[in-house]
């Protein structure tokens, strides 16, 4: 059965289809000028005013990017435990770029920009 379009039923948030893969290019961009781990991530997320996001989200979210081979993990020891740090990958680089040249265009481009003047 199709999903009805129209205002959300009360308590309950829609989310955007393209909610994931907004995140992911946020990773793949933020992963690009700092190695991180996933804690981290999450953090910088919140106190940047972004949506709030679950941590089981945000690791589904770079286990795909992992996948695809956007981004790549290894494993460090901090202290008593192990900790994944991820960073990007070439491939993760041109996805980025390529996504910034072919898909941000038009209003969003121009909104973008205001956002940021």
Do not use: N
């Amino acid at each position: 059965m199709a999903e009805k379009r129209g205002a959300p039923c009360a308590g309950k948030i829609r989310q955007h289809p393209h909610g994931p893969k907004f995140l992911g290019l946020f990773l793949i961009w933020r992963l690009k000028q700092k190695p991180m781990y996933g804690y981290s991530l999450i953090d910088e997320i919140q106190d940047s005013a972004m949506v709030p996001v679950k941590a089981s989200t945000l690791y589904m979210i770079l286990g795909k990017l992992e996948e695809k081979g956007l981004v790549r993990v290894r494993v460090e020891q901090a202290e008593k435990r192990m900790r994944k740090i991820y960073s990007t990958t070439p491939k993760g680089d041109a996805v980025f770029k390529k996504v910034k040249k072919t898909k941000i265009k038009g209003l969003f481009r121009e909104f973008l920009k205001a956002l940021v003047a």
